[in-house]
């Protein structure tokens, strides 16, 4: 086993975390990470400060991004790991997927207005640096007292089927993969036992993942259960695919996704770096 410390799925203020790329990399050094990737929601605008902090306090930093898909009408989030976010095909297609994030929180605004909250709108977009997500209305809802904590704004306003949810289509896993691809990156399917799909259909989602080129499972993550990342290891190995490892942080004020404080792999999972340099 390598002792290095890897966590692969992280946010910054370019997307909903709350530290800022250069704030994000200086916490991973004083938790002992060694590699880290931000992923921020459809943006890579956290790059080159994170870059350069990262070689500032000497770590590796992996340039990555999550990228939103809607695959059979279900949100799906896929992390890319090592790409060059120069590439302009994967910079055309986040520049669609922040307009569709803006539009849809500007309909999300217009739910709350017309359950007579009209100021929540104005609240998330003063709580996010860049495009504004359900993440800025869940937080700026826990700031005015309307609810207590993040998880009750998701369950009472945000989540499917609640009041102020608003369906998007987002990109499609073959343009996702493809723009990954394009850029020199691999594919990884975040936090996959938290999709809500029968077996047979998850199934049939990692074969078309796999047919697409998709590299590997985020085996290990914040929001897995031991038996969960065991479950995960299995579908990765029966699908020929490499496991991952991420905390998804998003804030230090977030007690159960710590940064770089991550159960290790299940016993033989092929990592998602094996071939790394
Ligand atoms: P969005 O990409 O704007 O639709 O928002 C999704 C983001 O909201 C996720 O990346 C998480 O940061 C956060 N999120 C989603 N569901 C929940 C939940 N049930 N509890 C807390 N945060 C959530
Ligand atoms: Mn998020
Ligand atoms: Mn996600
Ligand atoms: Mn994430």
């Known amino acids: 086993m390598s002792s290095i410390c890897y966590d692969l799925h992280s946010h910054s203020t370019a997307s909903d975390g709350v530290l800022s790329p250069a ?17 921020d929601h459809d943006s890579t605008d956290g790059h080159a400060e994170a870059a350069a902090t990262a070689d500032e306090v000497g770590i590796h930093f992996v340039p990555g991004i999550e990228i ?4 059979r009408k279900r949100l799906i ?22 307009i569709k994030r803006q539009q849809r929180a500007e309909a999300i605004g217009a739910r709350f207005e017309k359950i007579g ?22 937080m700026y809802l826990v700031e005015q007292g309307e609810v207590r904590d993040i998880q009750q704004a998701f369950k009472k306003y945000l989540l499917k089927g609640k009041r102020c ?5 987002w990109a499609s896993l073959e343009d996702a ?7 020199g990156g691999q594919a990884v399917v975040a936090h996959p036992a938290r999709y809500k799909m029968s077996r047979t259909l998850f199934r049939e989602f990692l074969v078309d993942f796999k047919a697409l080129g998709g590299a590997a499972l985020e085996v290990a993550c914040s929001s897995h259960s031991a038996e969960e990342a065991c479950l995960m290891a299995n579908y990765a190995d029966e699908l ?4 991952s490892v991420g905390s998804d942080f998003h804030s230090p004020h ?3 996704a710590k940064l770089g404080q991550l159960h290790p792999l299940p016993e033989g999972c092929l990592p998602v770096w094996q071939d790394w340099k």
């Open 117 to 138: 909250m009209p100021d929540v709108y104005a609240g998330a977009c003063a709580l996010a640096g860049g495009v504004v997500g359900r993440l800025h209305f869940a």
């Open 254 to 256: 977030n007690s159960w």
């Open 23 to 39: 704030a994000l990399v200086r916490l991973a050094a004083e938790n002992g990470v060694d590699v880290l990737a931000l992923t």
């Open 165 to 169: 949810y608003v369906p998007c289509e």
């Open 177 to 183: 993969l493809g723009w990954i691809h394009g850029a």
């Open 77 to 98: 989030h896929v992390v890319g790991l090592g790409i060059d976010g120069n590439f302009t095909e994967l910079q055309q297609g986040l520049v669609h997927l922040r």
């Open 68 to 71: 939103s898909v809607s695959w």
């Open 240 to 243: 020929g695919l490499l496991a």
